[in-house]
């Protein structure tokens, strides 16, 4: 999997894409900055999620939810490994 673009790099793409005159289209933004012209309309959809223009998943909402699902799995883990240990010792 590819590295992400730094998080400065797109914020400079998506500015300006918005503050583009009429006639520029954003292929030829992704074309100056070297990316995929898809990269950027995604990029500008989200900010526009982000800013609460489109409804959505934010990225924060989206960070907090992988945050929360992970926390999740660790602790369905633990119980996994407390139940073990407790069918263990009720077998003594």
């Keep these: 999997m590819p590295k992400p ?11 300006v894409a918005l503050n583009r005159d009429e006639s520029t289209t954003i292929a030829q933004i992704g074309a100056d900055f070297g ?4 990269t950027v309309a995604k990029w500008l959809r989200q900010a526009e999620i982000d800013a609460g223009n489109k409804p959505g998943t ?14 999740n799995r660790l602790l369905e883990q633990e119980n996994e490994v407390l139940r073990r240990a407790a069918a263990y010792l009720s077998q003594a």
Excluded: Q, W
Excluded at 5 to 15: L, S, T
Excluded at 35 to 38: A, K, P, T, V
């Design 5 to 15: 673009y730094p998080k400065e790099f797109r914020e400079d793409v998506v500015r």
């Design 35 to 38: 990316i995929h012209e898809g």
């Design 58 to 71: 934010s990225t924060d909402g989206s960070a907090e939810l992988r945050e929360l699902r992970r926390r």
